[in-house]
């Protein structure tokens, strides 16, 4: 009976050994699951277009307006931008007008039809007035970073802006300079017969005479000639204190080398068109003296001009000829509007344009209600030991004590 119950409690005890070794452990707990990735932003591309003259006697300007959206559109593609919650790419698509308003106007249609967001450009009045009526059509913002003829931002477009300001102001400034500074009161002018040289010696010419001033010869030439003897033996007989100029760089420098040789001892002046390093260049020695009005702060001056300045030589090993830091600044307006509209699409971010308040490499920058730029400075130079120098800053329609310090005036204004 013993033995019996001896081994029932063995054999208890081997099933349950058994029963144990046989049973399987529990599963582990199930870990977290790693938190799902963030969609990357979607990726967009924004083309923006620069029309300029990229070819002929002045693609040295043109080039340099393309050179200053290049910088901008590449800035912006190292910083990352996104509009609208879309990370975006943004690509310059520069076409060549040859400063030619035919050109401009086929310019304009391919830039509309390649779907541009907006346009930098045109540099010549005479081709951004034509071009404008295209990009109206087509809805798209347009920016010229140099065109002064008023009548390019009085057609009644939503779509025209500037960023220098126009010849209404730069043309009395000239004026007013001419007669209150240099003391001319026998004035002989001469232009290239073009929309910005024509208007702005009209507005230089209407300024002038109010002042009481002479106008001994009004004298036309053209944005091709090279040979202005006859205009200049004409005038010199005339016995003028001072030659306006309304033109462009590559007549200015050998109008005034021959205007020397010819003995003609007036002063001479003109607008931005020659206010460029090409312009002493072509003169030689006989740029020196020699002054002309700038839209704008000097460089040096101006808010991000050195920056600005040392980042193009290095990138283009070049100095900046004139426009490049409002060609740099235009675009930086088309993306800030873009940025508040949240949107690349013109038809919602070209109302934001107009409600502009940007701080840029040239300065504040703002438009009235014509789409031009608002207290606008217009900067006279002289040509002193081969460079040009300031000789003061003013910035029409402000009080005076809002404009810029004037610069040191040289001997040139001082005679």
């Given at each position: 009976?013993?033995?019996?119950?001896?081994?029932?409690?063995?054999?208890?005890?081997?099933?349950?050994?058994?029963?144990?070794?046989?049973?399987?452990?529990?599963?582990?707990?199930?870990?977290?699951?790693?938190?799902?990735?963030?969609?990357?932003?979607?990726?967009?591309?924004?083309?923006?277009?620069?029309?300029?003259?990229?070819?002929?006697?002045?693609?040295?300007?043109?080039?340099?307006?393309?050179?200053?959206?290049?910088?901008?559109?590449?800035?912006?593609?190292?910083?990352?931008?996104?509009?609208?919650?879309?990370?975006?790419?943004?690509?310059?698509?520069?076409?060549?007008?040859?400063?030619?308003?035919?050109?401009?106007?086929?310019?304009?249609?391919?830039?509309?039809?390649?779907?541009?967001?907006?346009?930098?450009?045109?540099?010549?009045?005479?081709?951004?007035?034509?071009?404008?009526?295209?990009?109206?059509?087509?809805?798209?913002?347009?920016?010229?970073?140099?065109?002064?003829?008023?009548?390019?931002?009085?057609?009644?477009?939503?779509?025209?802006?500037?960023?220098?300001?126009?010849?209404?102001?730069?043309?009395?400034?000239?004026?007013?300079?001419?007669?209150?500074?240099?003391?001319?009161?026998?004035?002989?002018?001469?232009?290239?017969?073009?929309?910005?040289?024509?208007?702005?010696?009209?507005?230089?010419?209407?300024?002038?005479?109010?002042?009481?001033?002479?106008?001994?010869?009004?004298?036309?030439?053209?944005?091709?000639?090279?040979?202005?003897?006859?205009?200049?033996?004409?005038?010199?007989?005339?016995?003028?204190?001072?030659?306006?100029?309304?033109?462009?760089?590559?007549?200015?420098?050998?109008?005034?080398?021959?205007?020397?040789?010819?003995?003609?001892?007036?002063?001479?002046?003109?607008?931005?068109?020659?206010?460029?390093?090409?312009?002493?260049?072509?003169?030689?020695?006989?740029?020196?003296?020699?002054?002309?009005?700038?839209?704008?702060?000097?460089?040096?001056?101006?808010?991000?001009?050195?920056a600005f300045v040392e980042k193009y030589k290095a990138k283009f090993n070049a100095e900046v000829e004139l426009f490049a830091p409002m060609g740099y600044d235009a675009v930086m307006v088309?993306?800030?509007?873009?940025?508040?509209?949240?949107?690349?699409?013109?038809?919602?971010?070209?109302?934001?344009?107009?409600?502009?308040?940007?701080?840029?490499?040239?300065?504040?920058?703002?438009?009235?209600?014509?789409?031009?730029?608002?207290?606008?400075?217009?900067?006279?130079?002289?040509?002193?030991?081969?460079?040009?120098?300031?000789?003061?800053?003013?910035?029409?329609?402000?009080?005076?004590?809002?404009?810029?310090?004037?610069?040191?005036?040289?001997?040139?204004?001082?005679?």
């Amino acid at each position: 009976m013993k033995r019996r119950h001896l081994l029932s409690v063995v054999a208890a005890l081997a099933l349950a050994v058994i029963y144990g070794c046989g049973k399987e452990a529990p599963p582990p707990a199930p870990k977290a699951a790693a938190p799902a990735a963030a969609p990357a932003p979607e990726m967009i591309t924004v083309k923006i277009g620069s029309a300029s003259p990229l070819t002929g006697p002045q693609a040295h300007i043109g080039i340099d307006i393309r050179n200053g959206v290049q910088l901008a559109v590449e800035d912006l593609n190292a910083a990352g931008v996104e509009i609208g919650g879309k990370k975006v790419k943004f690509e310059m698509v520069a076409e060549d007008d040859e400063a030619n308003p035919t050109k401009a106007t086929t310019v304009a249609q391919k830039l509309a039809d390649a779907k541009v967001a907006a346009v930098v450009g045109h540099f010549n009045s005479g081709a951004s007035i034509p071009a404008s009526k295209i990009y109206a059509d087509a809805g798209i913002p347009q920016i010229s970073p140099s065109s002064t003829n008023p009548k390019y931002t009085q057609q009644g477009f939503k779509t025209t802006f500037r960023v220098v300001a126009h010849d209404d102001q730069q043309g009395p400034t000239l004026g007013k300079f001419a007669i209150e500074k240099l003391k001319a009161k026998s004035i002989a002018i001469i232009d290239d017969s073009t929309a910005y040289g024509q208007g702005l010696a009209d507005a230089f010419e209407a300024t002038a005479r109010a002042a009481g001033a002479k106008i001994v010869a009004r004298e036309h030439t053209t944005d091709k000639d090279t040979d202005f003897s006859a205009i200049l033996t004409k005038i010199k007989g005339r016995k003028p204190d001072l030659i306006m100029f309304g033109g462009i760089d590559p007549q200015a420098g050998p109008m005034v080398k021959q205007m020397v040789s010819l003995g003609i001892k007036a002063k001479f002046i003109g607008g931005d068109g020659m206010q460029t390093p090409n312009f002493i260049k072509l003169a030689g020695d006989a740029a020196e003296g020699m002054m002309a009005s700038m839209p704008g702060l000097p460089k040096d001056q101006m808010p991000g001009g050195k920056a600005f300045v040392e980042k193009y030589k290095a990138k283009f090993n070049a100095e900046v000829e004139l426009f490049a830091p409002m060609g740099y600044d235009a675009v930086m307006v088309f993306v800030e509007a873009m940025k508040r509209a949240a949107s690349a699409d013109p038809a919602k971010f070209l109302p934001e344009v107009g409600n502009t308040n940007h701080q840029g490499v040239i300065g504040p920058i703002a438009f009235d209600d014509k789409g031009d730029l608002k207290n606008g400075p217009i900067t006279i130079y002289v040509v002193k030991g081969g460079k040009w120098e300031a000789l003061e800053t003013v910035t029409p329609g402000a009080p005076e004590s809002a404009e810029p310090k004037a610069a040191e005036k040289s001997d040139a204004a001082k005679k």
